[in-house]
């Protein structure tokens, strides 16, 4: 089970911080990834870090302004959201996957949280 926290409202060139908690064994053998979803817009990957040797790939549209972080002790994926524009403005998910050593870091993903609202006023 994945669970959000962190979303909120902020205003145009503010930060968040979202967090993931994970529930289960095993936190450190799971891929783990965010996605959004803005109204009347499909899903997009946003950033994605591979268990095996950390890597972290993230979207075009949040390069330089977003940073992942995974604490495997508490079993916690954080996403560090600095410089916000309106267009972040969406439903932010965590997603999660058995480990894969072929697997693109945009998907697919089989367990996914309830998601957070983050809302980037102008």
């Known amino acids: 089970q994945l669970v959000e926290s962190g979303g909120g409202w902020v205003q145009t060139g503010g930060s968040l911080t979202l967090s993931c908690e994970a529930s289960g064994g095993r936190f450190n053998l799971l891929d783990m990834a965010w996605f959004r979803q803005a109204p009347g817009k499909e899903r997009e990957f946003v950033a994605a870090?591979?268990?095996?040797?950390?890597?972290?790939t993230y979207a075009d549209s949040v390069k330089g302004r977003f940073t992942l972080s995974r604490d495997v002790a508490a079993k916690t994926l954080s996403l560090q959201m600095d410089n916000l524009k309106p267009e972040d403005t969406a439903t932010y998910y965590c997603?999660?996957?058995?480990?894969?050593?072929?697997?693109?870091?945009?998907?697919?993903?089989?367990?996914w949280g309830q998601g957070t609202q983050v809302t980037v006023s102008s």
């Open positions: 997603a999660s996957r058995w480990g894969t050593t072929t697997g693109s870091p945009s998907g697919p993903y089989t367990e």
């Open positions: 870090i591979r268990y095996r040797d950390a890597k972290k």
